[in-house]
């Protein structure tokens, strides 16, 4: 079956810091990754969607130069978190899908806990 | 954004009785799906319904896309321990460039 894989699990950085987080598909070319953020006990909330080679779309209240995402590969996305302060504690996921395909595969998650 | 509306958003309940979990948007989805959760772990794809009235059945679990295709349900039949989890229906369009749109979940606790 379709694998990503997220790297680090868990990470925890002091304020003000840059965190990066990596989300692979592992036996599959992603034609489109999404990035998503889950606080505790709540759904995932969808933060920005990227294709291979293009520029990120965003979601409303996401902000673009605070999450910088990159899709240089059908393999890779990274997402960045800059400047992170304590409201940026939160579980983040990543998605991906090949072609135009309503299925995504998930990755494991990143805690990020920012002190 | 296609708001999808997911009841109950808790349940509790003994191994062995039966539950239905249910999904409702006034938006038309061209496809719907059902994630199962794991504390600390990413959702997995339980199921896929594209097509109107189509059921689908994994195991112990029945899946059902509404005529319309606003709607979905969740059955489990005999529920054991094993299925405790959190359980995620997300629809999804052409429109929303394949974008996922996430019900607020339903949290399953089966106890012994």
């Known amino acids: 079956g379709a694998v990503v894989s997220q790297h680090p699990s868990r990470v925890i950085c002091k304020s003000g810091t840059s965190v990066k987080i990596e989300c692979r598909s592992l036996?599959?070319?992603?034609?489109?990754m999404f990035w998503y953020r889950q606080f505790p006990k709540q759904s995932l909330m969808l933060m920005a969607t990227?294709?291979?080679?293009?520029?990120?779309?965003?979601e409303q209240g996401v902000e673009k130069d605070k999450f910088l995402i990159n899709h240089a590969s059908l393999t890779l996305s990274t997402l960045t978190v800059t400047s992170a302060h304590p409201e940026d504690s939160s579980f983040y996921i990543c998605?991906?899908?090949?072609?135009?395909?309503?299925?995504?595969?998930f990755g494991p998650g990143t805690r990020l806990t920012v002190t | 954004t296609q708001l999808l509306e997911q009841s109950p958003q808790f349940l509790s309940i003994q191994e062995g009785e039966n539950l239905t979990v249910y999904c409702n948007s006034s938006?038309?989805?061209?496809?719907l799906q059902w994630y199962r959760q794991e504390p600390g772990e990413g959702p997995v794809l339980l199921v896929t319904?594209?097509?109107?009235?189509e059921v689908k059945k994994l195991k112990r679990l029945t899946f059902q896309f509404g005529d319309a295709r606003k709607d979905s349900s969740l059955h489990i039949t005999a529920a054991q321990p094993g299925d405790t989890g959190l359980y995620l229906c997300?629809?999804?369009?052409?429109?929303?460039?394949?974008?996922?749109?996430f019900g607020k979940g339903t949290s399953l606790l089966v106890t012994p």
């Open positions: 990227s294709n291979e080679g293009s520029k990120a779309t965003y």
């Open positions: 998605s991906a899908s090949e072609g135009a395909s309503y299925e995504q595969y």
């Open positions: 938006s038309v989805f061209s496809s």
């Open positions: 997300a629809g999804a369009s052409e429109d929303s460039g394949y974008a996922l749109n």
């Open positions: 036996d599959f070319q992603a034609t489109t």
């Open positions: 319904v594209v097509t109107g009235g």
